[in-house]
């Protein structure tokens, strides 16, 4: 069970002509409970002007399933003026994605075009981080796919793919400066 959950089944946050903005976590913004994305959900469009274009979880958790984060067209992307252009995860938060979520298209201007992780977890199972060419990868200065300062990634034993990401500093794919990863 998913008590105390806001559950988003084939719905769409966001998209090339309704996106959302906000400070902070400019589609969808998690400090507490539970969220759970699903059926081809998708969460494009949006923008921050700090952290969490698309998806912002500071506390409480994300499941993102079968899902997309980002899009294939400059409208559809998602955008964070600092980090996490498509998911910031720091404080408690903690996410998953997995079975074939689609993170891509999305830009940050500091760490993490695709996840941004300062504190907190990530679990990536079976998806893909950035896209099917570089045109349509994430992007940011530091860890064009995912960047880690502090917190815990893993990747489990279903295939995920990092690929077709760009940083213009450092970690085009991925960025580790700190915590703890498992691959």
Same mark, same amino acid.
């Given at each position: 069970g998913y008590a105390n959950t806001l559950t988003l089944t084939g719905t769409a946050v966001g998209g090339s002509t309704t996106g959302n903005s906000a400070p902070i976590g400019g589609g969808i913004n998690v400090a507490a409970g539970a969220l759970l994305v699903q059926s081809s959900s998708t969460v494009s469009g949006n923008s921050a002007t700090g952290a969490g274009g698309g998806l912002n979880v500071s506390g409480g958790s994300a499941t993102i399933d079968n899902s997309t #984060? =980002? +899009?294939? %067209?400059?409208?559809?992307? &998602? $955008? !964070?003026?600092?980090? @996490? *252009?498509?998911?910031?995860?720091?404080?408690?938060?903690?996410?998953?994605?997995?079975?074939?979520?689609?993170?891509?298209?999305?830009?940050?201007?500091?760490?993490?075009?695709?996840?941004?992780?300062?504190?907190?977890?990530?679990?990536?199972?079976?998806?893909? #981080? =950035? +896209?099917? %060419?570089?045109?349509?990868? &994430? $992007? !940011?200065?530091?860890? @064009? *796919?995912?960047?880690?300062t502090t917190g815990t990634l893993t990747l489990n034993t279903s295939a995920s793919t990092i690929q077709f990401n760009t940083a213009t500093t450092d970690g085009g794919g991925l960025e580790i400066t700190g915590g703890t990863a498992t691959f």
């Open positions: #984060i =980002g +899009g294939t %067209t400059v409208t559809t992307k &998602n $955008s !964070a003026g600092t980090t @996490g *252009g498509g998911i910031d995860i720091s404080g408690t938060g903690s996410v998953t994605l997995q079975n074939g979520t689609l993170v891509e298209g999305n830009s940050a201007t500091n760490n993490g075009g695709g996840v941004n992780i300062t504190a907190g977890a990530l679990t990536l199972n079976g998806v893909t #981080i =950035g +896209g099917a %060419t570089a045109a349509v990868g &994430n $992007s !940011a200065a530091d860890g @064009g *796919g995912i960047a880690m």
